[in-house]
């Protein structure tokens, strides 16, 4: 996990997002981490194996760009 600043425009406090990865869904398009290398996590094939759970509120505009950014949808971004 990257540490330094960034522009990240969360309004709650205390928000953190969950995310979810659809592995029948990835192709290995490999976009979710160059939108979101903090967040996403791919395999030597470039298959998003990020495993399910709640992402960081400084990594969540991360996880909602790289999941925005999957031609396949395979990424489920939630509150
Ligand atoms: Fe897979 Fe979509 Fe990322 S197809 S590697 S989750 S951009």
Redesign the pocket.
Known sequence: MGGHPRDVHAGDQGLTMRIS?DSD?????????AAGPNV?V?DEL???VTPAGEVPLELADEAVRGAL????S??TVED
């Open positions: 990865v869904k990835c192709t290995g398009h490999a976009l979710c981490r996403y791919l470039g298959f998003n950014s999957c031609p396949e395979a990424i």
